[in-house]
């Protein structure tokens, strides 16, 4: 039923002021009714849309799209919804969403309806909302890959595992080449690892490294960035730099055949001081680096310069430690006259952690003397202690009678000074024609071992009191060892006999066995007993180990 006149007002009204734009096209594709949003939209005044071709007013390529369109509509009365648009309209960008549909008067479609709806302002939104995802979402990989980096730069205090390990973690996460370039004592800079996705390519950076050191003197690249302490972003390599950098043609060829298309280089920077730099290039992925990137690969340079400095504080502190444990070793067993000496060590812990256990062979008026002791702990405090006992113990052996009246002055240094308390086991070896004399003291060390040349093992001493645990110590045992050809006497400490073995220790009676099935030589015993009481826990210790042995020869 048709709308009743009085109404018609009311309609005009409403289709005005529609918040979409609307408009009528008759059978000639002419406008005959258009709104204000609709011509806003078109960029059109009202007036100049009434009676005119839909090809007159619009642009040409969306005429090209809407024409045929609106034919169809015509010619088959079926619908078109939801048709996305955009338009240009004085440099501003629009998006719209429209509908057209047929409008009929006595049977047949004889115009055609259009809604058109402006989406710019909802696109920008979903842009805007996609646009911060985008941005939250490398937010977070960015931070599970610093997290992953920090876990594996964690993993090892080597300094060359270290280094390479900085290489590799950026291929190829945040780049397809790395370079890790430290600054050396000479000033110099040196490419100490690199890395790529192609093993073939790293070899090639492995020559050019070769031929084509770094200078430090460069006005650009790693030499700025280390005298510096800035980053340098090239984001498009131009074709002119390879030209520029080159010194000759083999070294353009190279580098050209690197395929270096876009590159950062960051300080990497420990306390203040700048050890070197990271530098990172795209090639073969196509991808480039931006300004943004920036924070998050300043970021890896900075845990990678810690980790790279841990290394390198660590390996001083190693071989400051290696330094110290020798030298609360004997250099060297001595060569004795009659006798044959064998000695291994296997400290237990951390590289820089010394201290333990100690052994000592050293001469006093023609007999010699054998030392072999425990010191509780690990560490400065624990080095102190060897290196007391050892000291005191070479200046009391030549002055007192024997090896209990010698352990009892270490039993008074440490008592005097509040030291660790100790264990410890004393002989002094007297040799003469066919064979060697023995006298022991044992401050509550293990009893040290003899295997006669049958293959029996008979206990020496009986151990006394701990050195250093209680004051007025009763006086400690001494026993008499004759030794004669093919014996072995073997001095160790607790590491050996308590090294375990399933749910218990080795103990003395299984260190009894290897010593038994041992050649009878004090070379051959010691290695035997070292061999198996690492064996014993599958190569993983749990103390000390030291072993000293000395044999008769047959």
Same mark, same amino acid.
């Given at each position: 039923?048709? %709308? !009743?006149?009085?109404?018609?007002?009311?309609?005009?009204?409403?289709? +005005?002021?529609?918040?979409?734009?609307?408009?009528?096209?008759?059978?000639?594709?002419?406008?005959?009714?258009?709104?204000?949003?609709?011509?806003?939209?078109?960029?059109?005044?009202?007036?100049?849309?009434?009676?005119?071709?839909?090809?007159?007013?619009?642009?040409?390529?969306?005429?090209?799209?809407?024409?045929?369109?609106?034919?169809?509509?015509?010619?088959?009365?079926?619908?078109?919804?939801?048709?996305?648009?955009?338009?240009?309209?004085?440099? $501003?960008?629009?998006?719209?969403?429209? !509908?057209?549909?047929?409008?009929?008067?006595?049977?047949?479609?004889?115009?055609?309806?259009?809604?058109?709806?402006?989406?710019?302002?909802?696109?920008?939104?979903?842009?805007?909302?996609?646009?911060?995802?985008?941005? &939250?979402?490398?937010?977070?990989?960015? %931070?599970?890959?610093?997290?992953?980096?920090?876990?594996?730069?964690?993993? !090892?205090?080597?300094?060359?595992?270290?280094?390479?390990?900085?290489?590799?973690?950026?291929?190829?996460?945040?780049?397809?080449?790395? #370079?890790?370039?430290?600054?050396?004592?000479?000033?110099?800079?040196?490419?100490?690892?690199?890395?790529?996705?192609?093993?073939?390519?790293?070899?090639?950076?492995?020559?050019?490294?070769?031929?084509?050191?770094?200078?430090?003197?460069?006005?650009?690249?790693? &030499?700025?960035?280390?005298?510096?302490?800035?980053?340098?972003?090239?984001?498009?390599?131009?074709?002119? #730099?390879?030209?520029?950098?080159?010194?000759?043609?083999?070294?353009?060829?190279?580098?050209?055949?690197?395929?270096?298309?876009?590159?950062?280089?960051?300080?990497?920077?420990?306390?203040?001081?700048?050890?070197?730099?990271?530098?990172?290039?795209?090639? !073969?992925?196509?991808?480039?680096?931006? &300004?943004?990137?920036? +924070?998050?690969?300043?970021?890896?340079?900075?845990?990678?310069?810690?980790?790279?400095?841990?290394?390198?504080? #660590?390996?001083?502190?190693?071989?400051?430690?290696?330094?110290?444990?020798? %030298?609360?070793?004997?250099?060297?067993?001595?060569?004795?006259?009659?006798?044959?000496?064998?000695?291994?060590?296997?400290? #237990?812990?951390?590289?820089? =952690?010394?201290?333990?256990?100690?052994?000592?062979?050293?001469?006093? $008026?023609?007999?010699?003397?054998?030392?072999?002791?425990?010191?509780?702990?690990?560490?400065?405090?624990?080095?102190?202690?060897?290196?007391?006992?050892?000291?005191?113990?070479?200046?009391?052996?030549?002055?007192?009678?024997?090896? &209990?009246?010698?352990?009892?002055?270490?039993?008074?240094?440490?008592?005097?000074? $509040?030291?660790?308390?100790?264990?410890?086991?004393?002989?002094?070896?007297?040799?003469?024609?066919?064979?060697?004399?023995?006298?022991?003291? %044992?401050?509550?060390?293990?009893?040290?071992?003899?295997?006669?040349?049958?293959?029996?093992?008979?206990?020496?001493?009986?151990?006394?009191?701990?050195?250093?645990?209680? =004051?007025?110590?009763?006086?400690?045992? =001494?026993?008499?060892?004759?030794?004669?050809?093919?014996?072995?006497?073997?001095?160790?400490?607790?590491?050996?006999?308590?090294?375990?073995?399933?749910?218990?220790?080795?103990?003395?009676?299984?260190?009894?066995?290897?010593?038994?099935?041992?050649?009878?030589?004090?070379?051959?015993?010691?290695?035997?007993?070292?061999?198996?009481?690492?064996?014993?826990?599958?190569?993983?210790?749990?103390?000390?180990?030291?072993?000293?042995?000395?044999?008769?020869?047959?």
């Amino acid at each position: 039923m048709p %709308s !009743s006149p009085s109404h018609q007002p009311l309609l005009d009204a409403a289709v +005005d002021h529609a918040p979409v734009g609307m408009a009528v096209i008759d059978n000639q594709l002419r406008y005959v009714r258009v709104n204000e949003l609709l011509a806003e939209i078109n960029g059109v005044p009202v007036g100049e849309h009434l009676g005119r071709r839909v090809d007159e007013v619009l642009p040409r390529e969306l005429a090209e799209l809407l024409v045929p369109l609106l034919r169809d509509v015509l010619e088959s009365g079926r619908s078109h919804h939801g048709i996305e648009l955009a338009r240009g309209i004085a440099g $501003d960008e629009r998006r719209m969403e429209a !509908s057209y549909f047929p409008v009929s008067e006595n049977g047949g479609p004889t115009a055609v309806g259009v809604v058109v709806l402006d989406t710019t302002a909802r696109e920008s939104a979903l842009e805007a909302e996609r646009q911060a995802r985008v941005r &939250a979402e490398r937010a977070e990989a960015r %931070s599970r890959y610093l997290a992953r980096a920090s876990a594996a730069l964690g993993s !090892s205090l080597d300094l060359a595992a270290t280094l390479q390990t900085v290489a590799d973690l950026a291929v190829p996460d945040v780049a397809d080449w790395a #370079f890790v370039e430290l600054v050396q004592p000479s000033g110099s800079i040196k490419r100490v690892a690199w890395a790529h996705a192609d093993p073939t390519l790293a070899e090639i950076a492995r020559d050019y490294d070769v031929r084509y050191p770094l200078n430090p003197d460069d006005e650009a690249g790693s &030499a700025r960035v280390v005298r510096t302490g800035q980053p340098e972003l090239v984001e498009e390599i131009p074709e002119a #730099f390879f030209d520029a950098v080159a010194h000759d043609p083999e070294q353009l060829r190279i580098l050209t055949g690197m395929g270096f298309r876009s590159y950062v280089i960051v300080p990497l920077v420990a306390r203040g001081q700048v050890l070197g730099d990271l530098a990172l290039a795209y090639s !073969s992925s196509g991808r480039r680096y931006g &300004a943004e990137d920036l +924070d998050m690969l300043q970021a890896l340079a900075d845990a990678c310069a810690m980790a790279i400095d841990n290394a390198r504080l #660590f390996g001083e502190q190693e071989a400051t430690a290696r330094t110290l444990q020798h %030298s609360l070793l004997p250099p060297q067993l001595p060569e004795v006259p009659g006798v044959e000496l064998a000695a291994r060590y296997r400290p #237990f812990g951390r590289a820089t =952690e010394v201290g333990g256990d100690f052994y000592d062979v050293f001469d006093v $008026d023609g007999r010699w003397v054998l030392a072999i002791g425990d010191v509780v702990g690990k560490g400065a405090a624990a080095a102190m202690t060897t290196a007391l006992l050892r000291h005191t113990l070479r200046a009391a052996a030549p002055r007192e009678p024997g090896p &209990a009246a010698a352990l009892a002055r270490l039993d008074a240094a440490l008592l005097g000074d $509040d030291e660790r308390p100790s264990s410890a086991v004393c002989a002094l070896l007297a040799t003469g024609a066919g064979g060697a004399e023995v006298v022991l003291a %044992s401050a509550g060390h293990p009893p040290p071992l003899v295997r006669r040349a049958d293959g029996r093992v008979e206990t020496t001493v009986r151990p006394g009191t701990l050195l250093g645990a209680v =004051e007025d110590a009763p006086p400690l045992p =001494e026993a008499t060892v004759r030794l004669a050809p093919g014996d072995v006497l073997v001095l160790y400490t607790d590491g050996v006999t308590e090294a375990r073995v399933g749910d218990g220790q080795l103990g003395e009676a299984g260190l009894a066995e290897i010593i038994a099935g041992a050649a009878p030589s004090a070379a051959a015993v010691a290695e035997a007993v070292e061999r198996v009481a690492l064996a014993v826990q599958d190569g993983r210790q749990r103390d000390d180990i030291a072993v000293l042995a000395v044999g008769v020869p047959r």
